[in-house]
Nanobody, 120 residues
Framework: VQLQASGGGLMQAGGSLRLRCVAS????????MGWYCQAPGKQRELVAK???????NYADSVRGRFSIWRDNGDNTVILHMSSLKPEDTAVYYC???????????????WGLGTLVTVSS
């Protein structure tokens, strides 16, 4: 199983970016999917998470500015980031709990990350 993230880049403050993560490989089912970020010198932290029933959870710092949704048919999770701030600058990682077989417990997977840089 692989998680491939894309969509990062350089954006001015106030702008928008959309991150996309696709899970591929032997997949029976995907439970929670989410995005985490890690800024230089800081720990990785949750940005947003979405359950298989599309219930969402956001970090206080992004609530109202970022939106997360998923396409279960394509094993994809999207993070739309708007009203970007310089403090949003970080590497963003895709994360998912994935069942590879019905009889095996789900495992947690991480993507390699995509860099988002917001200039002031």
């Amino acid at each position: 199983v692989q998680l491939q993230a894309s969509g990062g880049g350089l954006m001015q403050a106030g702008g928008s970016l959309r991150l996309r993560c696709v899970a591929s490989g032997t997949i029976f089912r995907i439970d929670d999917m989410g995005w985490y970020c890690q800024a230089p010198g800081k720990q990785r932290e949750l940005v947003a998470k979405i359950t298989s029933e599309s219930s969402t959870n956001y970090a206080d710092s992004v609530r109202g500015r970022f939106s997360i949704w998923r396409d279960n048919g394509d094993n994809t999770v999207i993070l739309h980031m708007s009203s970007l701030k310089p403090e949003d600058t970080a590497v963003y990682y895709c994360n998912a709990d994935i069942w590879t077989q019905r009889w095996l417990p789900p495992r947690n997977y991480w993507g390699l990350g995509t860099l988002v840089t917001v200039s002031s």
